[in-house]
Protein backbone atom coordinates (compact mmCIF):
# COMPACT_ATOMS: atom_id res chain seq x y z
CA UNK A 1 0.00 0.00 0.00
CA UNK A 2 1.45 3.34 -0.56
CA UNK A 3 2.28 6.06 2.27
CA UNK A 4 0.08 8.21 0.67
CA UNK A 5 -2.94 5.20 1.37
CA UNK A 6 -2.02 5.10 4.74
CA UNK A 7 -2.90 8.60 5.57
CA UNK A 8 -5.21 9.61 3.08
CA UNK A 9 -6.23 13.50 2.20
CA UNK A 10 -9.13 14.00 4.61
CA UNK A 11 -7.30 12.49 7.43
CA UNK A 12 -4.31 14.96 6.96
CA UNK A 13 -6.51 17.91 6.91
CA UNK A 14 -7.78 16.88 10.08
CA UNK A 15 -4.71 15.55 11.64
CA UNK A 16 -3.50 19.13 10.49
CA UNK A 17 -6.40 20.98 12.03
CA UNK A 18 -6.25 19.06 15.45
CA UNK A 19 -2.47 20.19 15.62
CA UNK A 20 -3.63 23.98 14.92
CA UNK A 21 -6.11 23.31 17.63
CA UNK A 22 -3.29 21.96 20.40
CA UNK A 23 -1.03 24.81 19.40
CA UNK A 24 -4.08 26.83 20.23
CA UNK A 25 -4.57 25.22 23.10
CA UNK A 26 -1.36 25.76 24.82
CA UNK A 27 -1.12 29.47 23.61
CA UNK A 28 -4.94 29.70 25.46
CA UNK A 29 -2.89 28.13 28.50
CA UNK A 30 0.12 30.45 28.87
CA UNK A 31 -1.95 33.43 28.60
CA UNK A 32 -4.64 32.41 30.72
CA UNK A 33 -1.99 32.57 33.85
CA UNK A 34 -0.44 35.61 32.40
CA UNK A 35 -3.22 37.53 32.28
CA UNK A 36 -4.18 36.84 36.02
CA UNK A 37 -0.81 37.53 37.44
CA UNK A 38 -2.17 40.60 38.83
CA UNK A 39 -5.06 38.73 40.67
CA UNK A 40 -3.18 36.13 41.95
CA UNK A 41 -0.55 38.74 43.43
CA UNK A 42 -3.63 40.36 45.04
CA UNK A 43 -4.85 37.46 46.15
CA UNK A 44 -1.85 35.70 47.69
CA UNK A 45 -0.65 38.99 49.24
CA UNK A 46 2.63 38.42 47.83
CA UNK A 47 5.46 40.95 46.37
CA UNK A 48 7.28 40.96 42.97
CA UNK A 49 9.99 38.41 43.93
CA UNK A 50 7.15 35.69 45.26
CA UNK A 51 6.09 36.14 41.44
CA UNK A 52 9.80 35.62 40.01
CA UNK A 53 10.66 32.72 41.88
CA UNK A 54 7.02 31.34 40.69
CA UNK A 55 8.28 32.06 37.33
CA UNK A 56 11.97 30.89 37.90
CA UNK A 57 10.33 27.56 39.08
CA UNK A 58 7.38 27.24 35.59
CA UNK A 59 10.69 28.23 33.56
CA UNK A 60 13.14 25.26 35.09
CA UNK A 61 9.74 22.76 34.85
CA UNK A 62 9.50 23.94 31.06
CA UNK A 63 13.33 23.30 29.98
CA UNK A 64 12.74 19.67 32.10
CA UNK A 65 9.86 19.42 29.71
CA UNK A 66 11.67 20.00 26.74
CA UNK A 67 14.93 17.64 27.50
CA UNK A 68 12.45 14.67 28.16
CA UNK A 69 10.24 14.71 25.51
CA UNK A 70 12.26 12.36 23.86
CA UNK A 71 11.83 9.89 26.33
CA UNK A 72 8.41 10.39 26.06
CA UNK A 73 8.14 10.09 22.25
CA UNK A 74 10.36 7.30 21.99
CA UNK A 75 8.39 5.42 24.83
CA UNK A 76 4.99 6.48 23.88
CA UNK A 77 4.81 8.82 20.68
CA UNK A 78 3.44 12.16 20.12
CA UNK A 79 0.16 11.16 20.07
CA UNK A 80 -0.15 9.62 23.45
CA UNK A 81 2.25 12.31 24.45
CA UNK A 82 0.42 15.42 23.31
CA UNK A 83 -2.84 13.91 25.23
CA UNK A 84 -0.82 13.39 28.29
CA UNK A 85 0.71 16.19 28.47
CA UNK A 86 -2.48 18.94 28.03
CA UNK A 87 -4.27 17.12 30.41
CA UNK A 88 -0.72 17.53 32.77
CA UNK A 89 -0.87 21.54 31.74
CA UNK A 90 -5.01 21.38 32.53
CA UNK A 91 -3.71 20.05 35.96
CA UNK A 92 -1.25 22.21 36.49
CA UNK A 93 -3.80 25.28 35.54
CA UNK A 94 -6.58 24.43 37.62
CA UNK A 95 -4.24 23.91 40.64
CA UNK A 96 -2.58 27.10 40.31
CA UNK A 97 -6.14 28.63 40.30
CA UNK A 98 -6.92 26.64 43.06
CA UNK A 99 -3.89 27.88 44.72
CA UNK A 100 -4.60 31.40 43.86
CA UNK A 101 -8.45 31.73 44.78
CA UNK A 102 -9.46 28.83 47.03
CA UNK A 103 -6.49 27.49 49.00
CA UNK A 104 -5.19 30.86 49.07
CA UNK A 105 -1.03 28.95 49.11
CA UNK A 106 2.13 29.76 47.67
CA UNK A 107 2.75 26.37 48.04
CA UNK A 108 -0.30 24.98 45.97
CA UNK A 109 0.93 27.71 43.27
CA UNK A 110 3.85 26.64 42.74
CA UNK A 111 3.49 23.16 42.40
CA UNK A 112 0.52 23.96 39.31
CA UNK A 113 2.87 25.91 38.49
CA UNK A 114 5.78 23.37 38.19
CA UNK A 115 3.21 21.43 36.48
CA UNK A 116 1.97 23.79 34.15
CA UNK A 117 5.54 24.61 32.93
CA UNK A 118 6.13 20.92 32.78
CA UNK A 119 3.47 20.01 30.91
CA UNK A 120 3.48 23.07 28.06
CA UNK A 121 7.48 22.30 27.34
CA UNK A 122 7.46 18.63 26.40
CA UNK A 123 4.15 19.47 24.82
CA UNK A 124 5.99 22.34 22.45
CA UNK A 125 8.46 19.70 21.00
CA UNK A 126 5.79 16.72 20.22
CA UNK A 127 3.05 19.38 18.47
CA UNK A 128 6.54 21.14 16.50
CA UNK A 129 7.08 17.37 15.70
CA UNK A 130 3.78 16.39 14.60
CA UNK A 131 3.62 19.62 12.67
CA UNK A 132 6.94 18.99 10.87
CA UNK A 133 5.13 15.58 10.01
CA UNK A 134 2.32 16.99 7.97
CA UNK A 135 4.80 19.74 6.26
CA UNK A 136 6.51 16.75 4.92
CA UNK A 137 3.46 15.23 3.53
CA UNK A 138 2.13 18.82 2.31
CA UNK A 139 5.52 19.81 0.41
CA UNK A 140 4.97 23.14 1.48
CA UNK A 141 6.14 25.32 4.40
CA UNK A 142 3.13 25.82 7.17
CA UNK A 143 4.81 25.07 10.81
CA UNK A 144 4.94 29.30 10.82
CA UNK A 145 0.82 28.79 9.99
CA UNK A 146 0.78 26.59 13.52
CA UNK A 147 3.04 29.25 14.99
CA UNK A 148 0.36 31.75 14.36
CA UNK A 149 -2.52 29.81 16.09
CA UNK A 150 -0.30 29.92 19.24
CA UNK A 151 -0.96 33.67 19.15
CA UNK A 152 -4.15 33.45 18.71
CA UNK A 153 -4.98 31.37 21.64
CA UNK A 154 -2.32 33.76 23.65
CA UNK A 155 -4.92 36.56 22.26
CA UNK A 156 -7.99 34.62 23.09
CA UNK A 157 -6.51 33.92 26.09
CA UNK A 158 -5.28 37.01 27.02
CA UNK A 159 -8.84 38.59 26.14
CA UNK A 160 -10.53 35.92 28.27
CA UNK A 161 -8.43 37.02 31.50
CA UNK A 162 -9.32 40.89 30.87
CA UNK A 163 -12.59 39.82 30.85
CA UNK A 164 -12.52 37.67 34.01
CA UNK A 165 -10.83 40.10 36.20
CA UNK A 166 -13.15 43.16 35.26
CA UNK A 167 -16.23 41.22 35.65
CA UNK A 168 -14.43 40.01 38.96
CA UNK A 169 -14.18 36.39 38.52
CA UNK A 170 -12.06 34.35 40.63
CA UNK A 171 -8.90 33.62 39.36
CA UNK A 172 -9.50 29.71 40.52
CA UNK A 173 -13.02 29.53 38.68
CA UNK A 174 -11.53 31.60 35.37
CA UNK A 175 -8.29 28.66 35.61
CA UNK A 176 -10.37 25.66 36.21
CA UNK A 177 -13.00 26.59 33.58
CA UNK A 178 -10.16 26.81 30.98
CA UNK A 179 -8.09 23.66 32.10
CA UNK A 180 -12.01 21.90 31.43
CA UNK A 181 -12.06 23.43 28.16
CA UNK A 182 -8.63 22.35 27.16
CA UNK A 183 -9.36 18.64 28.43
CA UNK A 184 -12.31 18.43 26.33
CA UNK A 185 -9.87 19.97 23.09
CA UNK A 186 -7.75 17.51 23.64
CA UNK A 187 -9.76 14.38 23.63
CA UNK A 188 -11.92 16.08 20.23
CA UNK A 189 -8.12 16.85 19.12
CA UNK A 190 -6.35 13.56 19.61
CA UNK A 191 -8.84 11.45 18.02
CA UNK A 192 -7.70 12.81 14.79
CA UNK A 193 -4.37 12.94 15.07
CA UNK A 194 -2.68 9.07 13.54
CA UNK A 195 -1.07 6.68 15.69
CA UNK A 196 2.66 6.43 16.16
CA UNK A 197 2.70 3.05 13.93
CA UNK A 198 0.77 5.16 11.20
CA UNK A 199 2.84 7.78 11.29
CA UNK A 200 5.91 5.62 11.55
CA UNK A 201 4.95 4.28 8.40
CA UNK A 202 4.72 7.95 6.79
CA UNK A 203 8.13 8.53 7.91
CA UNK A 204 9.57 5.36 6.44
CA UNK A 205 8.55 5.94 3.03
CA UNK A 206 9.21 2.44 2.12
CA UNK A 207 6.63 0.28 4.39
CA UNK A 208 4.05 -1.54 2.22
CA UNK A 209 1.84 -1.14 5.23
CA UNK A 210 1.50 0.08 8.84
CA UNK A 211 1.71 -3.14 10.23
CA UNK A 212 4.98 -3.88 8.44
CA UNK A 213 6.20 -0.83 9.12
CA UNK A 214 5.29 -0.81 13.07
CA UNK A 215 7.19 -4.30 12.90
CA UNK A 216 10.30 -3.22 11.42
CA UNK A 217 10.25 -0.59 13.95
CA UNK A 218 13.20 -0.57 16.98
CA UNK A 219 12.31 -0.78 20.42
CA UNK A 220 11.80 2.21 22.59
CA UNK A 221 15.76 2.10 24.04
CA UNK A 222 16.86 2.13 20.40
CA UNK A 223 14.22 5.13 19.59
CA UNK A 224 15.88 7.12 22.60
CA UNK A 225 19.47 6.28 21.09
CA UNK A 226 18.77 7.84 17.96
CA UNK A 227 16.84 11.01 19.83
CA UNK A 228 19.54 11.64 21.75
CA UNK A 229 22.65 11.35 18.80
CA UNK A 230 20.81 14.93 17.92
CA UNK A 231 23.44 16.44 20.24
CA UNK A 232 26.15 15.06 18.75
CA UNK A 233 25.33 16.87 15.71
CA UNK A 234 26.63 20.31 14.65
CA UNK A 235 23.86 21.34 12.47
CA UNK A 236 22.11 21.30 15.98
CA UNK A 237 24.22 23.49 17.13
CA UNK A 238 24.09 25.92 14.25
CA UNK A 239 20.24 25.34 14.00
CA UNK A 240 20.37 26.33 17.44
CA UNK A 241 22.13 29.57 17.22
CA UNK A 242 19.77 30.80 14.34
CA UNK A 243 17.04 29.79 16.93
CA UNK A 244 18.66 31.61 19.86
CA UNK A 245 18.75 34.76 18.21
CA UNK A 246 15.57 34.80 17.46
CA UNK A 247 14.40 33.70 20.70
CA UNK A 248 15.76 36.35 22.69
CA UNK A 249 14.54 38.82 20.23
CA UNK A 250 11.19 37.55 20.82
CA UNK A 251 11.20 37.04 24.44
CA UNK A 252 13.08 40.10 24.50
CA UNK A 253 10.48 42.06 22.78
CA UNK A 254 7.38 40.00 25.21
CA UNK A 255 9.47 41.43 28.10
CA UNK A 256 10.90 44.52 27.82
CA UNK A 257 9.77 45.79 24.71
CA UNK A 258 6.92 48.32 26.69
CA UNK A 259 8.81 49.34 29.39
CA UNK A 260 11.55 50.40 26.60
CA UNK A 261 8.62 52.84 25.15
CA UNK A 262 8.20 54.22 28.82
CA UNK A 263 12.10 54.74 29.23
CA UNK A 264 12.48 55.97 25.67
CA UNK A 265 11.05 59.49 25.98
CA UNK A 266 8.74 58.79 28.51
CA UNK A 267 5.65 57.50 26.96
CA UNK A 268 3.16 56.06 28.83
CA UNK A 269 2.50 52.93 29.93
CA UNK A 270 -0.45 52.88 27.59
CA UNK A 271 2.24 53.86 24.64
CA UNK A 272 4.08 50.84 25.75
CA UNK A 273 1.29 48.42 25.23
CA UNK A 274 0.52 50.01 21.73
CA UNK A 275 4.26 49.46 20.67
CA UNK A 276 3.75 45.79 21.97
CA UNK A 277 0.51 45.34 20.04
CA UNK A 278 2.20 46.73 17.24
CA UNK A 279 5.28 44.07 17.41
CA UNK A 280 2.73 40.68 17.77
CA UNK A 281 0.58 41.97 15.24
CA UNK A 282 3.44 42.52 13.08
CA UNK A 283 4.38 38.69 14.15
CA UNK A 284 1.41 37.11 13.75
CA UNK A 285 0.94 38.21 10.40
CA UNK A 286 4.27 37.35 8.89
CA UNK A 287 3.31 33.63 10.30
CA UNK A 288 0.26 33.36 8.85
CA UNK A 289 1.39 34.40 5.51
CA UNK A 290 5.25 33.42 5.50
CA UNK A 291 5.07 30.14 4.64
CA UNK A 292 4.15 30.60 0.46
CA UNK A 293 7.24 33.59 0.64
CA UNK A 294 9.26 30.90 2.36
CA UNK A 295 8.41 28.28 -0.53
CA UNK A 296 8.99 30.65 -3.28
CA UNK A 297 12.73 32.08 -2.01
CA UNK A 298 13.75 29.63 -0.17
CA UNK A 299 14.14 29.36 3.75
CA UNK A 300 17.68 30.61 3.88
CA UNK A 301 16.99 33.74 1.89
CA UNK A 302 14.06 34.46 3.96
CA UNK A 303 15.91 33.89 7.39
CA UNK A 304 18.29 36.65 5.64
CA UNK A 305 16.14 39.18 4.97
CA UNK A 306 14.16 38.37 8.15
CA UNK A 307 17.45 39.04 10.21
CA UNK A 308 17.77 42.50 8.45
CA UNK A 309 14.55 43.36 9.17
CA UNK A 310 14.88 42.74 13.16
CA UNK A 311 17.99 43.98 13.33
CA UNK A 312 16.96 47.33 11.71
CA UNK A 313 13.87 47.46 13.69
CA UNK A 314 15.84 46.75 16.84
CA UNK A 315 18.66 49.65 16.05
CA UNK A 316 15.60 51.85 14.85
CA UNK A 317 13.84 51.59 18.24
CA UNK A 318 17.12 51.99 20.12
CA UNK A 319 17.99 55.87 18.44
CA UNK A 320 14.72 56.72 17.06
CA UNK A 321 14.00 60.87 17.78
CA UNK A 322 10.41 60.31 17.86
CA UNK A 323 7.74 58.06 19.34
CA UNK A 324 6.61 57.05 15.67
CA UNK A 325 9.92 55.95 14.71
CA UNK A 326 10.01 54.32 18.06
CA UNK A 327 6.53 52.08 16.56
CA UNK A 328 8.01 51.66 13.62
CA UNK A 329 10.95 50.20 14.33
CA UNK A 330 8.83 47.61 16.82
CA UNK A 331 7.17 46.43 13.43
CA UNK A 332 10.14 45.85 11.89
CA UNK A 333 11.64 43.85 15.13
CA UNK A 334 8.19 41.86 15.45
CA UNK A 335 8.47 41.01 11.34
CA UNK A 336 12.56 40.11 11.67
CA UNK A 337 11.13 37.91 14.42
CA UNK A 338 8.42 35.94 13.46
CA UNK A 339 9.74 32.97 11.08
CA UNK A 340 13.24 32.41 12.77
CA UNK A 341 11.68 29.29 15.23
CA UNK A 342 9.17 28.25 13.27
CA UNK A 343 11.71 27.77 10.39
CA UNK A 344 14.12 26.69 12.92
CA UNK A 345 12.31 23.73 13.80
CA UNK A 346 11.01 23.21 10.32
CA UNK A 347 15.10 22.72 9.05
CA UNK A 348 15.87 20.68 12.17
CA UNK A 349 12.57 18.21 10.92
CA UNK A 350 13.88 18.07 7.33
CA UNK A 351 14.78 14.20 7.73
CA UNK A 352 11.24 12.80 9.32
CA UNK A 353 13.34 9.82 10.65
CA UNK A 354 14.97 11.90 13.34
CA UNK A 355 12.43 14.97 13.03
CA UNK A 356 12.18 14.20 17.13
CA UNK A 357 15.40 14.07 18.03
CA UNK A 358 16.86 17.18 15.88
CA UNK A 359 13.41 19.37 16.58
CA UNK A 360 14.00 18.69 20.88
CA UNK A 361 17.39 19.74 20.97
CA UNK A 362 16.98 22.81 18.76
CA UNK A 363 13.56 23.47 20.71
CA UNK A 364 15.57 22.79 24.12
CA UNK A 365 18.46 25.39 22.81
CA UNK A 366 16.12 28.20 21.36
CA UNK A 367 13.76 27.85 24.82
CA UNK A 368 16.53 28.34 26.92
CA UNK A 369 16.71 31.33 25.29
CA UNK A 370 13.37 32.57 25.44
CA UNK A 371 12.81 31.58 28.75
CA UNK A 372 16.17 32.95 30.40
CA UNK A 373 16.70 35.39 28.07
CA UNK A 374 14.79 38.03 29.29
CA UNK A 375 15.51 37.81 32.80
CA UNK A 376 19.43 37.75 31.65
CA UNK A 377 18.48 41.34 29.88
CA UNK A 378 16.98 42.88 33.11
CA UNK A 379 20.04 42.39 35.58
CA UNK A 380 21.98 43.66 32.66
CA UNK A 381 19.72 46.69 31.88
CA UNK A 382 20.68 47.50 35.75
CA UNK A 383 24.07 48.03 34.94
CA UNK A 384 23.82 49.78 31.39
CA UNK A 385 20.17 50.77 31.47
CA UNK A 386 17.67 49.15 28.72
CA UNK A 387 17.79 50.68 25.53
CA UNK A 388 21.67 49.96 25.65
CA UNK A 389 20.86 46.26 27.09
CA UNK A 390 18.97 46.24 23.56
CA UNK A 391 22.51 46.56 21.77
CA UNK A 392 22.84 43.00 22.96
CA UNK A 393 19.38 41.90 21.01
CA UNK A 394 20.81 43.33 17.70
CA UNK A 395 24.29 41.66 18.07
CA UNK A 396 22.45 37.94 18.76
CA UNK A 397 19.94 38.58 15.53
CA UNK A 398 22.69 39.48 13.19
CA UNK A 399 24.53 36.02 14.57
CA UNK A 400 21.03 34.23 13.89
CA UNK A 401 21.03 36.12 10.51
CA UNK A 402 25.03 34.62 9.46
CA UNK A 403 24.11 31.03 10.75
CA UNK A 404 21.06 30.97 8.49
CA UNK A 405 22.69 28.86 5.92
CA UNK A 406 22.28 25.93 8.20
CA UNK A 407 18.64 25.87 7.53
CA UNK A 408 19.21 24.80 3.61
CA UNK A 409 17.04 21.88 3.40
CA UNK A 410 18.77 18.64 3.25
CA UNK A 411 19.10 16.09 0.12
CA UNK A 412 15.92 14.75 -0.57
CA UNK A 413 13.84 17.67 1.39
CA UNK A 414 11.59 19.88 -0.73
CA UNK A 415 10.02 21.96 2.15
CA UNK A 416 11.73 25.65 2.27
CA UNK A 417 13.80 24.73 -0.87
CA UNK A 418 12.62 28.01 -2.85
CA UNK A 419 11.64 27.74 -6.46
CA UNK A 420 14.71 29.03 -8.66
Not at 75 to 102: D, E, P, W
Not at 159 to 183: M, P, Q
Request: contains cysteine; charged residues 10%; hydrophobic residues 55%.
Amino acid sequence: MPVTDVISRPATVRWRNAVFAIFAASGLSIATWAARVPSIKADLGIENREIGLALLVMGVASIIGLSTSSVVIARFGTRTGMFAMLVTLSIGLAILGLGSGFFHSYAVLIVGLALFGFGNGCLDVMMNVDGAHIETLSGKTILPLFHAFFSFGTVIGAGLGAIAAGLRIGVAIHAVTIAALIVVLAIVAIANVPRREIVDAVTAHGSADASSADAAQPGWRERLAVSLSAWREPRTYTLGIIMLGMAFAEGGANDWLALGVVEHEGGTAALGAAALTVFSVSMTVVRVFGGPLVDRFGRVATLRVLAVAATAGILLFILAPNLPLVFVGAALWGIGASLGFPLGMSAAADDPARAAARVSAAATIGYVAFLCGPPVLGFISDHIGLLNTLFILVALVAASGLASSAAKPLPGSKVGAGRH
